[in-house]
């Protein structure tokens, strides 16, 4: 059994720490609950007028988020910050490097102004709103991960009764918002590798082998061209940036216009979009377009560099499909299955001998309907499926 000392928490039990511990189980949203819980301080007579939370979350585009509440304020607001932080001046520069540092405590008076070391430029922004004290106290969350909050007065500031108070309120601060930040941690992460659709499955309990369901979708297959020759003569951080550009001018279009990308593959992605959208077809091709038309502005860039333009296939198909899960008792993967996927994916590698970059199947073009932008090319036989299927080119 580990050594440990008793801490004499909570100094003084109160209203506010019991609904704290006892009172928020039913809410999913901590910037929820730092704002009741500013409310319920302020009421019981602390004078807080202003207080900002910061959550390292670690999402894929940013660093964390803060969640600044106001007196007044009907709901706190969120405000993302971006990774490397660290090394701005407003951070390093600011009483939370301090917290970082190692400090328990950062107080000022800021109504007294001068004559404290150090002033920061937060202490400016606060004054200019009509506050007169500061407390910032750092949140200590598992394994020495550390989080910050802080709270500003109006009036004649914060007395030591606040201050206890405010003290006593941050170990279960500590475990609420620890909770709340590991259930949107777990989300970001299912979103961000398994996309937003099958990440809610997931999270509903779809983690049993073999469970899933049938969805008619549209299956789109792309592939990069040549990628083993480049992969072979650049230099790998290079190839890196390569292949995230061009992951960006592809999956950006295909997200925003309602797709899924169920899996990236090398230098290639399998993307659906489910028929239960009635404009999941139009939805696609738009997103085919928006897609070309980024490739063709990426190419531009790389033939100024002395590159040469880089080539892709593209196969869609319409049909039904087996989403869920496949995979070892212990590993699975969250995807799609089926005869679709399988002629998407001859498509995409029939591109190449056609040298057209975009071919759909003729059951893609009767779900869209057949317009300008599609060429009959025939009927060709395709490895593993029983009959010829005919195909269009899309330009």
Excluded at 60 to 68: D, S
Excluded at 192 to 205: D, K, N, R
Excluded at 345 to 353: Q, W
Aim: proline fraction near 4%; glycine fraction near 8%; charge should be negative.
């Amino acid at each position: 059994m580990s050594e440990y000392k008793p801490t004499g928490w909570p100094r003084n039990s109160n209203e506010t720490l019991e609904w704290l511990v006892n009172g928020t189980s039913h809410e999913r949203f901590i910037d929820d609950i730092f704002t009741e819980l500013c409310e319920r301080v302020r009421s019981a007579g602390t004078p807080v007028a202003r207080a900002t939370l910061f959550l390292n979350t670690f999402n894929p585009q940013w660093q964390g988020a803060r969640i600044l509440w106001r007196v007044g304020d009907s709901k706190a607001a969120i405000i993302t910050f971006d990774y490397g932080i660290e090394d701005t001046g407003r951070y390093q520069n600011s009483p939370i490097r301090e917290l970082d540092e190692g400090a328990d405590v950062v107080r000022r008076r800021i109504s007294e102004r001068r004559g404290q070391a150090p002033w920061y430029p937060v202490y400016d922004e606060l004054l200019e709103e009509g506050l007169t004290d500061y407390l910032a106290l750092g949140v200590e969350h598992t394994l020495g991960k550390r989080q910050s909050v802080t709270f500003a007065s109006d009036g004649a500031g914060f007395t030591e009764a606040d201050i206890q108070l405010l003290k006593d309120i941050l170990p279960a601060l500590a475990l609420v918002s620890e909770i709340r930040l590991k259930n949107r941690l777990a989300r970001t992460l299912l979103e961000t590798y398994v996309g937003p659709h099958a990440s809610e499955q997931i999270l509903a309990g779809a983690t049993r082998r073999g469970s899933g369901t049938t969805v008619r979708a549209a299956v789109l297959i792309c592939d990069l061209r040549d990628f083993t020759s480049i992969s072979d003569m650049w230099p790998r951080d290079d190839v890196i940036e390569l292949l995230n550009s061009y992951f960006d001018a592809v999956s950006d279009p295909i997200e925003q216009k309602g797709g899924e990308i169920l899996k990236f593959m090398g230098d290639g992605l399998l993307a659906i979009f489910p028929l239960s959208n009635p404009q999941a077809c139009e939805s696609l091709l738009a997103a085919v377009t928006e897609a070309r038309a980024n490739m063709s502005a990426m190419n531009e860039l790389h033939i100024q560099k002395g590159h040469p333009a880089l080539r892709y296939g593209m196969g869609v198909h319409v049909g039904d499909v087996m989403y869920g899960n496949i995979g070892s008792r212990k590993r699975l993967d969250f995807t799609v299955i089926g005869p679709a996927v399988n002629i998407a994916s001859r498509l995409e590698k029939l591109t190449k001998t056609t040298k057209k970059p975009v071919l759909l199947s003729a059951d893609s073009v009767e779900a869209v309907g057949k317009d300008a932008r599609m060429e009959g090319l025939g009927s060709f036989e395709l490895r593993g499926v029983t009959k010829p299927i005919e195909i269009f080119t899309f330009s």
